[in-house]
């Protein structure tokens, strides 16, 4: 069964700063990963999605993510983040195998905050 | 596009009532799921439905309910509701077929408590 590993719970950064929200995930067979993000309030919208083909995957925002098969992650980065980025972001794990494994599972999240 | 609705969009229940969550979308999507959300826990899926007519269990299913009444519309009934069933209730939909590699479109939510 798949797991996924978000190593920080609360990120906190000022505005205009770079930023990386860490992602480790643990599958005995190959994976789709993916970030979501939640807004105050809001449901979840997909930032980005890594189904195969180039590591490096960018998405909307300005975010961008790299996967990592041998660390077996998949970071989520932005080179300068704006007071409009905070809110809660959640990594993401399938597979392409039937049953349990072809849902999404979620890790338990982490609250970016930017301050001016 | 109004995309996934959701009512109500708060409730507070007591122990042993019964409730049906509405979830509607517009988008044609073939795919459509439940999920709750708790502190600390992530998103964890109740159950889907991959079309009319299909529905699967997922995580966390006990004490749940589900009926895919058409293409548009897919509710979660708790029979009898206990305070470990106090969460925020989120419905999804997807273009379909495969739930493990299609974007899910997100409601607003339903914050639920039982008390």
């Known amino acids: 069964a798949q797991s996924v590993t978000q190593l920080d719970s609360q990120v906190p950064v000022f505005e205009e700063a770079p930023v990386e929200l860490r992602c480790n995930y643990s599958s005995s067979v190959s994976v789709y990963l993916f970030w979501y993000v939640q807004y105050p309030n809001q449901g979840l919208q997909l930032l980005l999605k890594?189904?195969?083909?180039?590591?490096l995957v960018k998405g909307i925002n300005g975010f961008e993510a790299e996967f990592n098969k041998s660390q077996t992650s998949f970071h989520l980065r932005k080179p300068s983040v704006h007071i409009s980025d905070t809110a809660e972001y959640f990594c993401a794990v399938s597979s392409p195998y039937g049953g349990s494994q072809g849902n999404l599972i979620f890790g338990k999240g982490t609250k970016l905050s930017v301050k001016p | 596009n109004a995309g996934v609705t959701q009512t109500p969009k708060f409730q507070v229940l007591k122990t042993g009532q019964s409730m049906t969550l509405q979830c509607a979308q517009d988008?044609?999507?073939?795919?459509m799921y439940w999920y709750r959300q708790d502190p600390g826990m992530g998103l964890r899926l109740i159950y889907y439905s991959a079309s009319e007519g299909t529905t699967d269990k997922g995580e966390v299913p006990n004490g749940y309910n589900v009926s895919r009444l058409n293409k548009r519309e897919f509710s979660l009934r708790l029979e009898s509701a206990a305070p470990s069933q106090t969460s925020v209730y989120f419905c999804a939909s997807s273009e379909g077929p495969s739930r493990s590699t299609d974007t899910q479109y997100f409601g607003p939510g339903t914050r639920l408590t039982v008390l």
């Open positions: 890594y189904l195969s083909g180039s590591t």
């Open positions: 988008m044609n999507h073939n795919s």
